[in-house]
């Protein structure tokens, strides 16, 4: 019951690469060893590991051999076997198939007749000839986002070159061979802190032979000891903490075998620039942590990660303190040379900035916006939001600008923000300000949405504006090619939209971007206007809109009926959703779904048959205490619904429907709809489609899953 | 105060030089036609395509007429110099002989901290792409690591394997001087040195203020126009030539596509100088830079092409 390793050692591994690529590898092995009847009745113990420069796998205690398996594997039927009681040239071939002599073949008997059969014991192969087998076929099915090749005339490819591979099963070297490497059993440790090579003679030791060889294997343990690490070299500045951040963290975790970290510090007048620049070129540039004062504030320190035990002269935290120093004096020097140009006199330079190859200027573009977002303010006023107009479009004019300055092109990331930055400081109000700070918000979902109402009517504009531009060329998002991040902008639509409750219709709102295109440039290279343009954008803004709802952890039934009531007015759906999740656990809310869906089915099976319908019906026609019972009550609850509806309480609104259930309950139990009688018929599938009409503008009831009963 | 124990930025030079050198590489000049990368000289462009094994290393001076700043910023030049290596194929060992050079020139890689964090090249220009490193020396980029995978459009076999080394960067780094203009270049035996600003700051300065100011628009837009016509008719000329049966090999082989290949570099120049002076428009600008990236994948291809017309006779070196 050996132990198995295998360590493909690599150059260095993109660190955003590393753990998808680790967990893969890993599962890879665990299915290989299931799919090849390895696995020992205690089951599979797997570990996985990775660094920059290894991703490993180990297994504790799996088969050494396959157990032999046998197998009836049935020839021709016994009647053509035999002829006069010798065998036929088909029994022959069928013993030759086998291995088997013609006296050693079985009768077995089935419901067609009385067949030749043979028993065939298949001896187990040993784990090492399997593995051996499988093994490089599972390495190089390895997902890379990007991948390279490298051996002269050879197509592998691999995120980049492997340098070695570690193969160990129970203390014997697997003979795997990818790329031209054969497998053995020597590993390498940390690239300078090593002595040579290392013999790995046990699975079970690898991650403590390593650990002597300055590698800490383990991804979680490396995460550990750089936590430690960092609050221990805080702590040396009181009052202070570093600054949280997930993704860094993981980051630095990943470029890295023997973490340690340096505090290293900045001059303190380097504090006068906004902190947002500072984060920025320390986290995003530097991969430093943020070191922050008892009182939150941004403290002239930063935390480096090494790949190395220590830092013994200073050294390495001197030239880090260099390098930051150069790129704060840059941001600084950018900020300085920025000021001599205000926003405003950048608006022309935008003529020479491309917004994308075929939509053209970024200078046109901020045209557009200025027009877009003062068709939307007023619709704003109109339900009595007060939205500053000339905000709005002053914040349109100049959002694009700060494209044009030099700290924006240094620090790409920082775009808004700096224009944001510099409105305030170039003394516009703190309307504008925000606005343009606020406009590419919210750039994931955990980002929050723009503060103010100014911001979220540019944010929608800006997004709307390249939606319609794309869609209009016909630069659609599939699968999982979506280059243009159409589907985080149109997430973010959905989002402001729903956050701050604005009466902005999808339909109107992209109908009035793909307007601003009119007289333009770009207008020669759209292929999808009108019809197939609304089609395509509401479809897409539907599963943008099935997402979000679905992330507010509705159900999907729940979302789909929701939806299919409606699907322009982003806060309306929102609000019916809502409704129809908190009515959805009564029980005569699952019945009446379960008879509005017996309603649609037969309306549909009507339409199917060609059967009239009545439009409208005649209560006075219908003969039965049941019907004319549903047909008396229906109308008064429907006026009801209505008004509730049209005030948006939805949830009473739904909660009235429910009361319904029993006149329904009652018409199904005592009424036949499709009866012989025609006029009877139609009048009854009229009293149907009146329900079904008048009840489903809060959301398809027919939508919702329901017990079957 | 540069550190006088460090090597100056000539002797940073030699001592690359002649690491590479030892290591069969060909020391090769600087190309003495603008351009904006060592990756533009022919010895790397030209040189990666095809089957010949090759190992060359030159400086080159690559001109980026937009990251001009009159002199004045400490960290950004018009012009800086790069020390190229090309290892075609590359060595199994190749990172080691990285991590070598960098001792070669004084540092002990005990004594910092040394990361290869993923970042890959890609030149649309050029039709070339590749896939490597940045090498973080205490978090300074040092060195652009990569491994080319298509030159010209055309995907590479073997492989080469590119080391630029940002020579200021690197003994601003050695020397721990805030600015490249404090840079000492050489220094004589009684250790006084000539600085970085001695030997180029006027350069920067003037260059800078041609490139923003004193470029004539018109006459840029004449030249490119000019050298890319002149470009697009000698490869017409290849083209008809390789088509023609009656065409003999030498007279394929003396073809001047290295000649057309200079003319591919001015048009990219001044297509630099045009936009550091603002002229070119959104429009224009993607269908100039779709125009000489045409030019370079033509040339690699017919470049390639009269190589292995060469190759027949086995005369190519």
Not at chain 1, 165 to 192: D, W
Not at chain 1, 343 to 354: D, F, I, K, N
Request: proline share 4%.
């Amino acid at each position: 019951m050996p132990d198995f390793l295998l360590e493909i050692g690599c150059e260095e591994i993109p660190a955003r690469m590393l753990d998808d690529a680790r967990e893969e590898l890993s599962r890879r092995v665990k299915d290989l060893i299931v799919r090849e009847a390895l696995v020992l009745e205690e089951g599979l113990v797997i570990e996985s590991f990775s660094t920059p420069r290894r991703l490993s796998t180990v297994v504790r205690k799996i088969a050494s051999t396959q157990a032999d398996t046998t197998e009836q594997v049935l020839g021709p039927s016994v009647k053509i076997a035999y002829k006069d009681g010798k065998p036929t040239p088909a029994a022959e071939a069928f013993a030759k198939k086998v291995g088997l002599d013609v006296s050693k073949l079985e009768k077995v008997s089935n419901p067609k007749g009385e067949y030749l059969a043979a028993t065939i014991t298949r001896k187990g192969r040993g784990a090492v000839d399997v593995l051996s087998e499988f093994l490089p076929k599972e390495i190089a099915s390895i997902y890379w986002p990007k991948s390279m090749y490298w051996r002269p005339g050879k197509t592998e490819r691999f995120v980049r070159p492997i340098r070695w591979i570690v193969a160990v099963l129970g203390g014997q070297v697997v003979p795997v061979e990818f790329a031209g490497i054969k497998a053995g059993e020597t590993t390498h440790g940390h690239r300078i802190l090593a002595h040579g090579p290392l013999k790995v003679s046990d699975a079970a030791q690898y991650t403590v032979l390593l650990e002597g060889a300055s590698v800490i294997a383990d991804s979680k343990v490396r995460e550990h000891r750089i936590r430690k690490a960092l609050d221990a070299e805080t702590r040396s500045v009181s009052g202070a903490r570093w600054r949280e951040d997930a993704d860094l963290l993981q980051t630095v975790v990943n470029l890295t075998e023997w973490p340690s970290v340096v505090l290293g510090s900045f001059d303190r007048q380097f504090l006068s620039l906004p902190e947002e620049v500072l984060v920025t070129v320390m986290r995003d540039h530097q991969k430093y942590f943020a070191v922050e004062d008892a009182s939150g504030k941004l403290a002239p320190h930063f935390l480096a990660v090494l790949n190395m035990d220590a830092d013994a002269d200073g050294l390495i935290r001197h030239g880090n303190e260099r390098v930051l120093r150069a790129r704060f004096n840059d941001a600084r020097f950018f900020w300085d040379t920025d000021q001599k140009l205000p926003l405003v006199g950048r608006v022309e330079m935008l003529r020479a900035v491309t917004f994308q190859k075929d939509l053209g200027s970024y200078f046109a573009k901020a045209e557009r916006l200025v027009h877009l977002s003062g068709e939307l303010s007023p619709i704003l006023d109109s339900v009595g939001r007060k939205v500053d107009h000339a905000a709005v479009a002053e914040a349109a004019r100049l959002a694009k600008t700060d494209l044009t300055t030099e700290l924006v092109k240094e620090f790409t990331e920082l775009q808004g923000i700096v224009g944001g930055l510099y409105a305030t400081a170039q003394k516009h109000s703190q309307a504008v300000a925000d606005a343009i700070y606020d406009q590419y918000r919210p750039e994931s979902m955990d980002d929050a949405i723009p503060r103010t109402l100014e911001g979220a009517l540019l944010s929608i504009a800006d997004k709307a504006d390249t939606i319609a531009g794309m869609f209009a060329m016909g630069l659609v998002p599939s699968g999982s090619k979506d280059p243009f991040a159409l589907r985080r902008q149109a997430n973010g639509i959905v989002r402001t939209v729903a956050g701050h409750k604005l009466p902005l219709k999808i339909s109107m709102l992209m109908g009035q971007a793909l307007k601003g295109y009119a007289g333009g440039d770009a207008i020669k290279k759209f292929s999808q206007q009108g019809e197939a343009y609304a089609k395509a954008i509401q479809g897409f803004f539907r599963e943008r809109l099935e997402f979000f709802l679905r992330e507010q952890g509705l159900a999907y039934d729940v979302v789909n009926a929701a939806l299919a009531a409606g699907d322009d007015d982003i806060v309306d759906v929102v609000a019916r959703a809502h409704a129809v999740a908190a009515v959805r656990p009564s029980a005569d809310f699952e019945s009446i779904s379960t008879s509005f869906k017996r309603m649609k089915n037969i309306l549909l099976q009507a339409s199917e048959t060609k059967k009239r319908v009545a439009d409208p019906y005649d209560p006075a026609s219908l003969k039965e205490e049941a019907e004319k019972n549903l047909a008396a009550q229906a109308p008064e609850v429907a006026s009801l619904v209505k008004s509730l509806g049209a005030k948006k309480e939805y949830e009473n609104a739904l909660r009235e429907i429910s009361r319904l259930r029993p006149p329904i309950d009652a018409f199904f139990d005592k009424v036949m709809v499709m009866v012989e009688e025609e006029d009877l018929r139609a009048t009854r599938l009229g009293l149907l489609q009146m329900l079904v009409n008048d009840f489903s503008s809060i959301a398809d009831f027919s939508e919702i899953v329901t017990e079957k009963k | 105060m540069p550190k006088s124990t460090a090597p100056t930025l000539q002797e940073l030079i030699l001592r690359l030089q002649q690491f590479w050198a030892a290591r069969g590489c060909v020391l090769q000049q600087p190309y003495d036609i603008e351009v904006g990368a060592g990756t533009m000289s022919p010895e790397t462009f030209l040189r990666v395509l095809g089957p010949q094994p090759y190992r060359v290393a030159y400086v080159q001076p690559s001109r980026r007429p937009a990251d001009g700043r009159y002199g004045d910023n400490p960290n950004r030049l018009y012009k800086h110099m790069q020390l190229q290596v090309i290892l075609k194929p590359p060595p199994e060992n190749v990172q080691e002989l990285y991590l070598e050079s960098l001792a070669a020139v004084g540092i002990d890689l005990r004594k910092h901290d040394l990361k290869f964090e993923e970042d890959n090249w890609e030149s649309p220009t050029l039709g070339a792409w590749g896939i490597g490193w940045q090498v973080m020396l205490d978090g300074l980029e040092v060195t652009q690591f990569t491994y080319f995978q298509q030159c010209g459009g055309i995907d590479l076999d073997p492989i080469s394997a590119e080391l630029t080394y940002g020579l200021e960067r690197l003994t601003a780094f050695l020397q721990d001087v805030d600015s490249i203009y404090e840079i000492a270049w050489v220094r004589d035996a009684e250790g006084q040195s000539v600085s970085y600003n001695t030997v180029r700051h006027q350069d920067e300065l003037q260059l800078s203020v041609y490139n923003f100011e004193f470029a004539d628009v018109q006459k840029a837009w004449k030249h490119l126009e000019l050298y890319e016509a002149e470009c697009q008719a000698l490869l017409d000329r290849y083209q008809a030539l390789s088509s023609d049966k009656n065409a003999g090999e030498a007279e394929k082989k003396r073809f001047p596509l290295l000649g057309a290949y200079d003319l591919c570099l001015k048009c990219s120049h001044l297509f630099n100088i045009l936009d550091a002076r603002g002229a070119i428009s959104v429009t224009e600008r993607v269908g100039v830079i779709a125009r000489i990236r045409q030019l370079a994948v033509g040339l690699a291809k017919a470049y390639v092409a009269q190589q292995t017309v060469a190759d027949q006779k086995g005369q190519v070196a």
